[in-house]
């Protein structure tokens, strides 16, 4: 894993998510859903479909997490990090049943980290930071719209950044 | 060789244990996080993020603009002659009330230039409105999950937690920190959130629809003579308060409403149903925390439903005056009179 690689990409994926991610969420009507791409999500399934560890898999998806709990308010640092750490656990541990160039892989990969990142996240927000469950029931609606949506996108995006699976993972004769 | 990778291979997992505790310990202990690590983020994300916001924003309304469906010769000519006719009875109920207005200001200025002969040291105090500072902010990202309604706003000045945040205006850069307490916010045309965490260059607006915001509000029931209204009022008759209805004059006051975002809107439950109020009454603030005046627009009424196990009260939505989703440019307000 090279880390001096993954943490530019990390941080652009971030910008993204901050500024053309949210700008471009579509609402469902009057609900106060939307249709969201989770960009951060994605390089955290390219990552995690390629490092050899599933250490390097755990530290990148930590990383992405801390991310997004630096940019949020009035919700636990290190939140985030955590759980997309297990959720990038998780994958790791399933990728070998699956072919990391397929499409519809990818996209159920990137629906399964989706849901693995964000369902325990929001739990705690609503049940523990919160202590109500008035918004737990819209909230894990959204993730699950946040997670196809993501999930349509991710072969797309994962396509578009092929190119950087050499750059981020070593190659076996650089060491792991 | 082989002693050394099973060394790199522990010690790799070592640090992610420790950081896996740490994040666990943190969650637990700080409900909210802390603040240096935001504040210092946020700057150097900045320039990036405030570029792209701009540009994907304005792809977004021109791509909004191109494929609304165009107007046609007769619509827009009924629209028009509608609009026309709203304008001069708005115009005309904004006559009335700034004549009200000036009456009662006179009276309170009167009463106040009485106050201030025997109380020479209020007279700095007393003399305007409602002094304060407008500090230009624009906004440059958006929260990374789509649960919050938060923005990333740019100040150019440190702000403290709890002031208000509004639309409207400029964009300057002023380094200096605002010292004391956290203070209160006021729009130039209507309120749209408050900062919640800011550091010496950024901040982050919490948009009125967050579902962490509240704020507690006027319903201000619009009186139009031609269609009257029934509401109910408790007068004394005898030893005994009775419920009287009656229309609703011009003079009547306004309601006091708590709201709380709710991703698209605003809500306030279990407000009373016998006070009539309608889709399209205004929703202004409450000025009860001397952060901001009374009467700076918040939205209007888009809904009011009938709550179904108390069929007394009534549930209502607000919808925000600003557009808050191409929000750009801001105002924080910061009061200059100490303690309101």
Known sequence: MRWLVFIPLAVLALIAQISVGAVLRVGVGATGLSLSVDFLAIVAVLVTLRVRMATDAMLAGWVLGLLIDLSSVCEPIGLYACCFAIAAWAIFQVRSAVFADNPLSQALTTLAFCLLGHVPARLFVNLYVRATAVMLWREMIQVLLLAVCTAVFAPLLLRLLRRLNRQIVAQRNQGR | ?340
């Open chain 2, 1 to 340: 060789m082989g002693a050394m990778r099973r060394m790199r291979k522990v010690s790799r997992q070592q640090v992610l244990a420790g950081l896996m505790a740490v994040s666990v310990i943190s969650c637990l202990t700080w409900r909210e996080g802390f603040g240096w690590p935001r504040e210092t983020l946020a700057p150097l994300l900045a320039p990036l993020s405030h570029g792209l916001t701009y540009a994907a924003g304005g792809i977004r309304c021109n791509v909004r603009d191109l494929l609304g469906a165009p107007l046609d010769d007769e619509t827009a000519r009924r629209l028009l002659a509608d609009n026309e006719a709203m304008r001069r009875e708005l115009m005309r109920y904004v006559d009335d009330t700034l004549r009200r207005q000036v009456v009662f200001y006179q009276q309170q200025y009167a009463e106040q230039q009485q106050q201030l002969a025997e109380m020479g040291r209020w007279r700095q105090a007393f003399e305007d409105d409602f002094p304060c500072m407008l500090i230009p902010a624009t906004v440059i990202a958006y929260g990374p999950t789509p649960y919050q309604r938060v923005s990333r706003v740019r100040t150019g000045k440190r702000v403290g937690k709890g002031q208000f945040v509004t639309t409207r205006s400029l964009l300057t850069n002023r380094p200096t920190a605002i010292p004391g307490a956290p203070r209160a916010v006021l729009s130039g045309a209507a309120m749209v959130g408050q900062i919640v965490a800011s550091g010496a260059w950024t901040a982050q607006l919490q948009l009125l629809t967050d579902p962490d915001f509240h704020v507690q509000a006027f319903v201000k029931r619009v009186y139009d003579p031609r269609k009257q209204r029934k509401i109910v009022v408790d007068e004394v008759v005898g030893d005994k308060v009775v419920p009287v209805t009656r229309p609703l004059g011009p003079d009547d006051a306004m309601i006091p409403v708590n709201l709380t975002g709710d991703l698209e809107r605003m809500v306030s439950t279990a407000v009373p149903g016998q006070q009539g109020l309608e889709v399209g009454d205004y929703v202004v603030t409450m000025g009860l925390d001397a952060r901001l005046p009374v009467g700076i627009f918040i939205g209007t009424v888009s809904a009011v439903r009938v709550v179904p196990d108390n069929p007394k009260h009534v549930t209502l939505e607000v919808k925000p005056a600003a557009e808050l989703e191409l929000l750009r440019e801001v105002y924080v307000v910061v009061p200059l009179v100490r303690g309101g």
